[in-house]
């Protein structure tokens, strides 16, 4: 499974963006699906997954009330909806396929990095 993410940039604290991961193959809905992200110097971290019929969602605390994960599986594609950005999430976000666990080796398929960028 290839993973192709989009809806990176640079945004002020408080506003939002919208990621898109678009997988390439039909058996992309027989996966649970994760986002991670990862600071300069700092350890790939967990923000959230979804499980593969969409019905079940985890976030991690820090982000928790402020993201949403959700999916299309006719569409073959995941979403993270990010409001309220702090200047803390900025960050290289990383969709992945396999798990809905937040450890980043459960999970067999990673998409490419795509930048945030949140200023104060």
């Known amino acids: 499974v290839q993973l192709q993410a989009s809806g990176g940039g640079l945004v002020q604290a408080g506003g939002s963006l919208r990621f898109s991961c678009a997988a390439s193959e039909r058996t992309f809905s027989t996966y649970g699906m994760g986002w991670f992200r990862q600071a300069p110097g700092k350890e790939r971290e967990f923000v959230a997954a979804?499980?593969?019929?969409?019905?079940?969602?985890y976030y991690a605390d820090s982000v928790k009330g402020r993201f949403t994960i959700s999916r299309d599986n006719a569409n073959d594609t995941v979403y993270l909806q990010m409001n309220s950005l702090k200047p803390e999430d900025t960050a290289v976000y990383y969709c992945?396929?396999?798990?809905?666990?937040?450890?980043?080796?459960?999970?067999?398929?990673w998409g490419q990095g795509t930048q945030v960028t949140v200023s104060s």
């Open positions: 979804i499980n593969w019929l969409g019905g079940s969602t």
């Open positions: 992945a396929a396999g798990s809905t666990g937040m450890v980043p080796s459960l999970y067999n398929y």
